[in-house]
């Protein structure tokens, strides 16, 4: 992605006070390009906040689609009201693993206690191994996919209970 058309997308931002973030999806020949720019905040699970999604690449820069809320984006539904759980989301489309060997222990379990920088996943896409590292310390609270199960950009793999 081009650095003013981010610079479009920020100014877009600026100009929509009832927008909190932005958020750009592109499939160019399988492949996934990702942009998000979110006000001060106004994070990925922000509740209430307007966002706007550019999903075609005919879209871009022109004529973004604008939608509400964070509905249509691939995320899940949020887990039933309970301890405050933060997510790890896939950043990439591919093929999850929970170890780094088909024989290994995985990586994290249900229980396990995380730190912000340590690898829980594996995601395969395009034949090349990506370490998936937490950006949240905390306690696993739910694995959402299953081992060699396909994922797509900003599906929930975990939710982590930071005070737990």
Known sequence: ???????????????????GAIEVRRGLFGAWSSVRVSKAGHGTNAAGGGHVFVGQPAALPHSPVFA?????????????????????????????????????????????????????CIIEAMKIMNEIESEVAGVVKEIAVQNAQPVEFGQILFRVDPHG
């Open 1 to 19: 992605m081009k650095l003013d058309i981010i610079t479009q997308l920020v100014q877009m931002l600026k100009d929509a006070p009832e927008v």
């Open 68 to 120: 509400s809320g964070g509905m249509g984006t691939g995320e899940s539904p949020a887990p039933p009201a309970g301890p405050q759980l933060s997510e790890i989301k896939s950043p990439m489309v591919g093929t999850y693993y929970q170890s780094p060997e088909p024989a290994a222990q995985p990586y994290v379990k249900v229980g396990s206690r995380v730190n912000v920088g340590q690898v829980v």
